[in-house]
């Protein structure tokens, strides 16, 4: 037993090629740039969505606590729970291996000030740099990836 063939697909005829272009295609994302951005957090609701966004951003982040302090690193991990206080972020604290978890009720501001460390590093725009190298007679092209710094 076997599954369908695409030549069993309704609009295919038996020996005609398929064409890529009349696939299914899926319609590309575009990606918010949060990097320096300081968002408002006047509502619960301002503040979740600041702290998903956070958590899908490359970079680190600075959060201010309703205690003065401050913490700095890339959130790793958060638990959206029912309440603010239910609800936390983990940390990987700035120039450490420590993790420290924040719950969302102890927060008062929150910055994008890291770098996103994939900013500008699309398959689109490796591949450009890729035959701009080659046109402008670089040596052994390779294929390995560049440094993120």
């Not at 076997?2 to 030549?7: D, I, L, Q």
Request: aromatic residues 8%; glycine residues 8%; charged residues 30%.
């Amino acid at each position: 037993m076997s599954g369908p063939r695409h030549a069993d697909r309704p609009n295919h005829t038996e020996g005609s090629p398929l064409n890529p272009d009349e696939l299914e295609v899926a319609p590309g994302t575009q990606r918010d740039t949060v990097q320096g951005w300081v968002p408002e957090l006047a509502t619960e609701e301002e503040l979740r969505i600041a702290l998903e966004k956070a958590f899908d951003y490359r970079g680190d982040i600075t959060l201010t606590l309703k205690n003065g302090s401050k913490v700095e690193g890339y959130v790793f991990d958060r638990v959206a729970g029912s309440t603010l206080e239910t609800s936390f972020a983990r940390i990987l604290l700035k120039d450490s291996n420590q993790r420290q978890k924040v719950a969302y009720a102890d927060i008062r501001a929150l910055d994008f000030t890291g770098r996103d460390a994939a900013a500008g590093k699309s398959w689109e725009a490796w591949v450009r740099k890729y035959w701009e190298k080659k046109a402008g007679g670089a040596g052994e092209l390779t294929l390995q990836p560049e440094s993120l710094e």
